[in-house]
């Protein structure tokens, strides 16, 4: 009996330690709207790698989870989840429907057909800072708001590594 005992309380701590290493370096989180849409849909549950950019630096097309200091209807910190669209230092500029970094026009798979960026944009980007945006651009709340605005690298929780619900749509999150 106390050895049976003694098994089932290595078998909890085991599963406890475990339980805490993931935590650490994997987030989960839910979408909670459509701004990131056709890649991220309403309820989509991923996994966000915690880890990722304490190895290396945020590239262009990373879609990010990060924190904000707009908040929820409950008044707790909003998190939003946008791609990556500039880097420190890059040039922006987005005319006519296109986006351009360091006078290069990105090739944007991503966006719905016949999406279209309705910005008019020439910036450079801080050190320090990201430019993203929603991949469904007309109804992102991104760094074109001003309320939103450019975002702290610090801020960025991690990288959105993987789509494990819904089930029909498991798959790696580019």
Request: hydrophobic share 45%; proline share 4%.
């Amino acid at each position: 009996m106390k050895k049976e005992l003694l098994e089932w309380i290595k078998v909890i701590a085991i599963s406890c330690i475990i339980a805490l290493v993931i935590t650490a370096f994997v987030k989960p989180t839910i979408v909670k709207n459509h701004s990131m849409s056709p890649t991220l849909e309403d309820n989509d549950f991923l996994l966000i790698n915690r880890f990722f950019y304490n190895r290396g630096t945020p590239q262009r097309g990373d879609i990010v989870v990060f924190q904000t200091d707009l908040k929820t209807n409950n008044g707790t910190d909003k998190l939003l989840i946008k791609r990556i669209i500039a880097l420190p230092g890059e040039n922006l500029v987005i005319e006519e429907g296109n986006v351009y970094v360091d006078d290069v026009e990105l090739e944007e798979i991503y966006l719905a057909e016949n999406a279209v960026t309705l910005d008019t944009i020439d910036l450079v980007v801080p050190e320090g800072k990201i430019f993203t945006m929603g991949d469904n651009r007309l109804y992102s709340l991104d760094s074109r708001d001003p309320s939103l605005g450019l975002i702290d690298m610090d801020d960025i929780l991690g990288k959105a590594f993987v789509r494990l619900y819904p089930f029909s749509r498991i798959s790696t999150v580019k």
